[in-house]
């Protein structure tokens, strides 16, 4: 026994896991984090032999407390700079697959801008909570001068045989990391805390009314479902159960560390800290002399690692981390929350959308050209989103009310990144010199939000003065040149007019619905174009012949699809002489899982047999549509799916597919009216491929996936094949490839079949049914069965060879970041009629972000290289610099970059690496 100790170092690491909302919506749970931080502050003031106490490494909870008790604020910045208190280096606990990259990057930005506020940051990569680990989280810690890594969901024993591994990341960037051992981020608490301070040990979770204390209870009809409270604790000590617990904790665990320090965590989800530590390691002390334990921090635990570890001798562990739990000594994954709740995600998805790419971008260009943004609604957009990318948030893994809560939150930051993106366009609307070229001064302005030339057709609202209207328009470029357009329908209309300095009035219009060929719209810019009333023409509409379809089949100049009579789709790809056949189908099965993880349950029903019903809804020159609809009868709920004769429900499913003019995607709505309860629904396209890897775009990363799935019927917990994406996911052949791209859809899988079949989750209902201690049914909550309508947007798009030649990227962030018409009047400025504001060059260099820098001194530019390469590139802007420095993504200062010119700047970034310059305008 006591060489398994000798030269050891035993860490007690006093730490709280803190949700910020799961079992108890927000309020609730403030009010539990309210009592927990009063008892930290009062144990650090008293005792000084109680070393530190951490706050799971979040910051937003100290700004939680403070909104409630103000008056302790220089409290806790004491504690914090004494290195009593640790907070951050994050704002909260994020899912790190469920969100974009940049909002990753924006919650260490607000975690180390919080943190500061409040003492400093700790900077530990402590990062257990989310379910995997994304492949550039390395490279992220590391540009915040974060060196350890510490998480045990994705790494098991397999990967690492102990404890400490050198993770690898997408970039080749490399981090010492920690998946600790046994009962990963509690094992001192389970170990010594539980049985030394109560006498329970890990099965023990029933407390005996007989063994005291003061229970609380609520009995009323309203509140008899709350949960019970001991107001005043029992005041156990077992030292008897001392020399048992080390010998067992040591004995399991001490073999798995390669340094002589040995971490021992003691916390737990909503635990807060006990004075009766300190006094368990003087205990531990007496009756083992030779131990070396002391109460530490991770900080302090982190520096004497680095100063004794062989990092040559660590087993190297690579790119993403997914692997499920082997045994004991590593933490299960539990990563299905990528189909929980997915209305969560597209909300997310639609969030950031606006933010990142609408009105931040947006919102600097409009500086640029002379307006005031020297204010804090982005701060608070972003605050806002970052807020539910709590794991246990967005991970769609709790009460109805929270994510209630979730989506005003969301809701609200929508509202404020449409608002400032509508400001920042009149602004520059404003500021631009419209020619005369009509005396009803009627133009459009396109805006193109991405970093690619846009050619394509969008559907829109256009609105004729009554007093011009002839029945019909033209619509022509500057050059004069005339732009198709394909009319749907019009009404009158009289849309209210809103302005300061008046009373509220109305236009009176013609509204016309139609889809219009834009074309040539430049990168993250603008392009003009005039409004003509013409006489109607005499045909009173186009015929179905003339349009893109004939009977079943919609075709263009690249794509030709075919419509089957089970309501699959063929799709032929011209360019790369390609078919792909049978696409579309929908498969469904039962759902006996939870949150975290998928039982599928029979029956198992596809639409491979179903008697489609199949309608063209629009036929025309630029955009036709097709409905295809089913009903899918399935069993009500779980408890009928295991009788012989279930009750079924039917479920409506209708699946649009839209064909526009010169586009090389095919875009599909589905829409889904859920009677069903505890079930999965797919959308399936066998690519009948036959690749060896898939791929899939998640945060600065296309991760590269193996088909492979070994033998794992040992294991404690069975791999998942179904993976996180964020906007495409690709399969190929290396000749030909097939991507679906997404819109805030979050799970796929590359189906182990025959047919390669590519499977995108839609929804997943599932019983609300968790275990804190004693099982808590809340199956009378229904959320979490995803009911009623909802809607969901992808396409398929075929290319030639692999993700990169075949430009999937620019193709996802075409499909999901719509250009934006505005229509108005004659504006007589200074800027031209046609204007790129700045332009990335290559086009294998993606966009992420432009903002206002974190010291409001500049503005930052973030792009990445995510392709296997290194790329030299170039950066041009409309206005002249004055200085570009390259910055860390914390902002701190690399070097300074020299101007090309006094518009561009040259930027190198080698394979899988994230850019970030900082830029100062004239």
Not at 399 to 418: P, V
Not at 884 to 900: D, G, S
Request: glycine content about 6%.
């Amino acid at each position: 026994m006591k060489e398994k100790y000798k030269n050891k170092v035993f860490h007690v690491i006093s730490n709280t896991h803190w949700d910020r909302e799961w079992r108890y919506p927000f309020q609730r749970n403030r009010q539990m984090l309210v009592d927990m931080i009063d008892k930290v502050l009062e144990i650090l003031e008293s005792e000084p032999e109680y070393r530190a106490f951490h706050l799971d490494s979040q910051s937003i909870v100290i700004k939680d407390y403070l909104q409630v008790r103000p008056h302790k604020e220089e409290q806790i910045v004491k504690l914090v700079k004494e290195k009593r208190l640790f907070i951050g280096p994050w704002y909260v606990l994020p899912e790190q697959f469920q969100v974009g990259g940049e909002n990753l990057i924006r919650n260490l930005l607000l975690g180390h801008k919080t943190s500061k506020r409040y003492g400093r940051v700790s900077k530990i990569g402590y990062s257990p909570f989310s379910w995997g680990q994304i492949s550039q989280l390395p490279q992220i810690y590391k540009e915040f001068g974060i060196e350890l890594i510490m998480f045990y969901r994705g790494v098991n024993s397999i990967d690492s045989s102990k404890a400490e591994f050198l993770w690898i990341g997408a970039d080749g960037t490399e981090a010492v990391s920690s998946r600790f051992s046994t009962m990963p981020r509690y094992n001192f608490y389970f170990y010594i805390y539980r049985p030394v301070v109560h006498n329970e040990f890990f099965s023990d979770i029933e407390y005996k009314w007989s063994r005291g204390g003061v229970p609380f209870h609520f009995s009323d009809m309203q509140l008899a479902d709350e949960d019970y409270f001991i107001i005043d604790s029992v005041n156990g000590y077992f030292p008897e159960n001392i020399k048992k617990q080390v010998e067992a904790i040591i004995n399991d665990q001490v073999d798995d560390f390669t340094t002589p320090h040995v971490i021992w965590m003691e916390g737990h989800d909503s635990s807060g800290p006990n004075i009766k530590t300190v006094q368990i390691i003087k205990d531990i002390k007496k009756i083992f002399p030779e131990i070396n334990v002391v109460h530490s921090t991770l900080e302090d635990y982190a520096k004497l690692l680095f100063e004794s570890v062989d990092i040559n001798s660590l087993k190297k562990v690579y790119g993403e981390r997914r692997s499920s739990q082997f045994d004991r000594r590593s933490g299960n994954m539990y990563g299905y929350t990528t189909s929980a709740r997915m209305y969560l995600k597209q909300k997310n998805f639609e969030a950031e959308k606006w933010t990142q790419f609408y009105a931040e971008p947006f919102n600097v260009f409009s500086s640029l050209t002379g307006r005031d943004i020297n204010d804090q609604y982005l701060d608070k957009a972003w605050d806002l989103i970052v807020q539910n990318s709590s794991h246990d948030s967005i991970g769609g893994c709790s009460l109805d009310q929270i994510h209630d809560d979730m989506m005003s939150r969301y809701k609200q930051a929508i509202e404020i990144s449409k608002g400032v993106f509508e400001r920042s366009v009149k602004h520059i609307i404003k500021n631009i010199n419209l020619p005369d070229v009509t005396s009803d001064n009627l133009f459009l302005i396109a805006f193109n939000p991405n970093n690619y030339l846009r050619y394509e057709v969008v559907e829109c609202f256009i609105d004729i003065p009554k007093e011009y209207d002839r029945g019909d328009f033209n619509i022509y470029d500057l050059d004069g040149n005339e732009i198709e357009k394909q009319i749907v329908s019009s009404e009158h209309h009289q849309p209210v007019l809103e302005q300061l300095i008046d009373r509220p009035m109305y236009f009176d219009m013609i509204r016309y619905h139609c889809f219009v060929e834009i074309n040539n719209v430049p990168e993250f810019g603008y392009k003009s174009f005039w409004l003509k009333p013409i006489r109607k023409s005499e045909v009173k509409g186009q015929k179905s012949k003339d349009g893109l379809a004939n009977d079943n089949i919609i075709e263009n100049d690249y794509l030709k699809i075919k419509i089957n009579s089970n309501g699959t789709f063929n799709l032929f790809d011209k360019l790369n002489n390609k078919d792909f056949k049978g696409l579309g189908y929908f498969y469904d099965e039962g759902e006996g899982g939870h949150a975290w993880v998928n039982i599928p349950t029979k029956p198992f029903i596809t639409t491979l047999k179903s008697k489609a019903k199949i309608k063209i809804i629009q036929n025309g020159l630029l955009s036709t549509t097709f409905k295809i609809s089913h009903k899918i009868k399935l069993p009500i709920n779980l408890s009928e799916r295991k009788k012989k004769n279930p009750k079924l429900s039917a479920v409506d499913v209708n699946l649009f597919i839209t064909l526009n003019k010169n586009s090389k995607r095919a875009e599909l709505k589905i829409e889904v009216d859920n009677k069903a309860e505890s079930h999965r629904l797919r959308i399936m396209f066998p690519t009948n491929l036959d690749a060896k890897f898939h791929f899939g775009e998640g945060q600065f990363d296309v991760v590269k996936r193996s088909v492979d799935r070994p033998d794992t019927k040992d294991w404690i917990e069975q791999p998942m094949y179904d993976y996180p994406l964020h906007h495409f996911a690709d399969v190929t052949d290396g000749k030909n490839g097939l991507a679906v791209l997404v819109d805030g859809l979050k799970e796929y899988e590359l189906v182990n079949d025959k047919n390669k079949t590519l499977a995108v989750t839609l929804l997943r209902g599932f019983e609300y049914i968790i275990a804190p201690s004693s099982k808590q049914d809340y199956t009378h909550l229904k959320g979490s069965q995803c009911l009623g309508k909802s809607s969901y947007r992808l396409a398929i798009y075929p290319h030639i060879s692999d993700w990169q030649p075949g430009e999937v990227y620019k193709e996802a962030l075409n499909f999901n970041n719509n250009i934006r018409l505005v229509q108005t009047g004659k504006a007589q400025g200074k800027l031209p009629s046609e204007l790129s504001f700045m332009k990335v060059t290559p086009d294998d260099l993606v966009f992420s972000a432009l903002k206002t820098s974190e010291d409001g001194n500049g503005f930052v530019l973030r792009i990445y290289n995510p392709t296997e390469k290194d790329i030299e590139g170039k950066v041009e802007f409309y206005n002249s610099l004055i200085k570009v420095e390259q910055v860390t993504l914390e902002e701190v200062l690399v070097k300074e970059i020299n101007l090309i010119d006094k518009k561009g700047f040259t930027v190198s970034l080698a394979k899988k690496k994230i850019g970030t310059y900082k830029i100062k305008f004239t």
